[in-house]
C-alpha cells in the first residue's frame, strides 16, 4: 500500500532496488488566484493559490518551493544569511499564525558563481546572476497548502514575449504599510527591458546610472501600479505552461527595482535550469526510507 502526497505520480527508476520515489504534480494550485486588478497595488490572496510560496523571516522574503528538498531564491536574499529560516503552508505570516505552519531548516546554501558578493550589499548596482537554493535537511510534506512549482523547459517555448501574464506573491511592502502580513498577489505583463532601464531608481546609497541590466533579468510591469517591493525578494513570477494550462512554472525570481510601483526586474529562471538541475543532481540526499 503506497501513499504519495500532493497528488504526485510514481517513479520507478529503472533496475533501482529501491521503493519507487513519488514526484509531487508541480505548479498545480489547489484553488486559482483571481486577482481583482514587492506587492504594490495588488490583491489579498490565499496560500492555497500559490502552495509554492515560502517566506523568509530574516531577512523578510520570499522562495519558490522547486522540490520537497528544495528552494529557489534569489542570492541576495541569503547572501548574509547562510541559516534562513523559511515558512510554508501559511497566508498569514503573524508569529502565532506561523507557530502553527510549516518550519523548514537548511541543510545548505547554494548561491550561483556568477553572483558577485559584495562588502556592501546596500551600494549594489549589480543583480546578474540573482539566484539560489537552499537545500532542506528533511523533506517537505506535501498537501493543499504546500505543493512544488514547475521549472521552465529549456525549448523555446518557454522563451517569454512582451505581454506575457505572469503572477508574483510576497509579503512585502505595500502603499499602505512597509510589510504585508497577509499574502498579496498581482498579474503583471512582461515588458522591454528598456522600461525598466528607463525609471530612475530610487536608492541613494548606490549610483543610479551603474545599474547593470543583463539579458539574465525579465522586465515585468508597469500597470496600475502593480509591482513586487522591498521583502517580495526571492518570490516566484510564476508563468502558465504553455505545454499544460493547468500547470504554472517559475519564470523569474523577484530580484531588485528602479522605483515600486513601477516596473520590476526579476531574474531568468530559463538561463539556469542546467545549474539547477545540476546543483540538485550532486547534492541529492540519499533516500533515508
Same mark, same amino acid.
Given at each position: 500500500?503506497?501513499?504519495?502526497?500532493?497528488?504526485?505520480?510514481?517513479v520507478n527508476e529503472a533496475l533501482s532496488p529501491e521503493l519507487p520515489k513519488c514526484?509531487? $504534480?508541480?505548479?498545480?494550485? !489547489? %484553488?486559482?488566484?483571481?486577482?481583482?486588478? !514587492?506587492?504594490?497595488?495588488?490583491?489579498?490572496?490565499?496560500?492555497?493559490?500559490?502552495?509554492?510560496?515560502?517566506?523568509?523571516?530574516? /531577512?523578510?522574503?520570499?522562495?519558490?518551493?522547486?522540490?520537497?528538498?528544495? $528552494?529557489?531564491?534569489?542570492?541576495?536574499?541569503? %547572501?548574509?544569511?547562510?541559516?534562513?529560516?523559511?515558512?510554508?503552508?501559511?497566508?498569514?505570516?503573524?508569529?502565532?499564525?506561523?507557530?502553527?505552519?510549516?518550519?523548514?531548516?537548511?541543510?545548505?546554501?547554494?548561491?550561483?558563481?556568477?553572483?558577485?558578493?559584495?562588502?556592501?550589499? %546596500?551600494? !549594489?548596482?549589480?543583480?546578474?546572476?540573482?539566484?539560489?537554493?537552499?537545500?532542506?535537511?528533511?523533506?517537505?510534506?506535501?498537501?493543499?497548502?504546500?505543493?512544488?512549482?514547475?521549472?521552465?523547459?529549456?525549448?523555446?517555448?518557454?522563451?517569454?514575449?512582451?505581454?506575457?501574464?505572469?503572477?508574483?506573491?510576497?509579503?512585502?511592502?505595500?502603499?499602505?504599510?512597509?510589510?504585508?502580513?497577509?499574502?498579496?498577489?498581482?498579474?503583471?505583463?512582461?515588458?522591454?527591458?528598456?522600461?525598466?532601464?528607463?525609471?530612475?531608481?530610487?536608492?541613494?546609497?548606490?549610483?543610479?546610472?551603474?545599474?547593470?541590466?543583463?539579458?539574465?533579468?525579465?522586465?515585468a510591469g508597469g500597470e496600475k501600479g502593480m509591482d513586487s517591493c522591498k521583502g517580495?525578494?526571492?518570490?516566484?513570477?510564476?508563468?502558465?505552461? /504553455?505545454?499544460?494550462?493547468?500547470?504554472?512554472? $517559475?519564470?523569474?525570481?523577484?530580484?531588485?527595482? /528602479?522605483?515600486?510601483?513601477?516596473?520590476?526586474?526579476?531574474?531568468?529562471?530559463?538561463?539556469?535550469?542546467?545549474?539547477?538541475?545540476?546543483?540538485?543532481?550532486?547534492?541529492?540526499? /540519499?533516500?533515508?526510507?
Open positions: 500500500q503506497y501513499h504519495c502526497a500532493g497528488n504526485g505520480s510514481w514526484v509531487p $504534480v508541480c505548479g498545480v494550485p !489547489r %484553488e486559482p488566484f483571481e486577482g481583482k486588478q !514587492r506587492i504594490i497595488g495588488g490583491s489579498d490572496a490565499d496560500i492555497k493559490n500559490f502552495p509554492w510560496q515560502v517566506f523568509f523571516d530574516n /531577512p523578510w522574503a520570499g522562495g519558490a518551493l522547486i522540490d520537497e528538498y528544495w $528552494v529557489l531564491t534569489a542570492a541576495h536574499v541569503v %547572501e548574509g544569511n547562510q541559516e534562513p529560516t523559511m515558512y510554508v503552508g501559511s497566508t498569514s505570516v503573524q508569529t502565532s499564525r506561523l507557530a502553527k505552519s510549516k518550519m523548514l531548516i537548511p541543510e545548505h546554501v547554494f548561491i550561483h558563481p556568477g553572483w558577485k558578493l559584495l562588502e556592501v550589499p %546596500e551600494a !549594489r548596482t549589480n543583480f546578474d546572476n540573482d539566484i539560489a537554493l537552499v537545500q532542506l535537511k528533511d523533506p517537505v510534506k506535501m498537501g493543499p497548502t504546500v505543493a512544488p512549482i514547475c521549472l521552465p523547459g529549456t525549448s523555446s517555448d518557454y522563451n517569454l514575449m512582451d505581454g506575457d501574464l505572469g503572477m508574483i506573491s510576497g509579503w512585502g511592502r505595500t502603499e499602505k504599510r512597509d510589510r504585508a502580513l497577509r499574502l498579496k498577489a498581482a498579474t503583471l505583463p512582461v515588458a522591454p527591458l528598456r522600461k525598466c532601464r528607463e525609471v530612475k531608481v530610487e536608492n541613494p546609497k548606490a549610483d543610479a546610472g551603474a545599474y547593470v541590466f543583463t539579458p539574465n533579468m525579465i522586465c517580495d525578494s526571492g518570490g516566484a513570477f510564476a508563468v502558465q505552461d /504553455p505545454n499544460d494550462k493547468t500547470k504554472f512554472y $517559475v519564470a523569474g525570481l523577484v530580484s531588485w527595482g /528602479p522605483q515600486c510601483g513601477t516596473y520590476g526586474l526579476y531574474t531568468r529562471v530559463q538561463n539556469y535550469v542546467d545549474w539547477i538541475k545540476k546543483t540538485m543532481q550532486e547534492n541529492s540526499t /540519499p533516500s533515508k526510507d
